[in-house]
């Protein structure tokens, strides 16, 4: 059985930081995909960012030059430094993975709130 669970969340102010952190644990034979979603209240879960096995990483628009997305594919863990944090980046986060061959799993959500 699969799990990915989530940890950082939190209450910070806007401007300032936080560092999302989520373990895959289980029975694992190939992580290709990493990453986190985000669904704010009454919007559609969006991607933040991905990353593969190989390190290539995708971003979405409002996430670039403020997260940066890691991974130790020794440890099968995924990380999110999130700066300069916005009002809008309140959202419940969640973790992604896509492990092969069986596909997609997600950690339960983290909040991450961010007031002014």
């Known amino acids: 059985q699969v799990q990915l669970v989530e940890s950082g969340g939190g209450l910070v102010q806007a401007g300032g930081s936080l560092r999302l952190s989520c373990a895959v644990s289980g029975s694992i034979f190939n992580i290709r995909t990493m990453g986190w979603y985000r669904q704010a209240p009454g919007k559609e879960r969006e991607l933040v960012a991905l990353i593969t096995s190989s390190g290539g990483i995708n971003y979405a628009d409002s996430a670039k030059g403020r997260f940066t997305i890691s991974r130790d594919n020794t440890k099968n863990t995924v990380s999110l430094q999130m700066n300069s944090l916005k009002l809008e980046d309140t959202a419940v986060y969640y973790c992604?993975?896509?492990?092969?061959?069986?596909?997609?799993?997600w950690g339960q959500g983290t909040q991450v709130t961010v007031s002014s």
């Open positions: 992604y993975a896509y492990i092969a061959p069986v596909g997609d799993y």
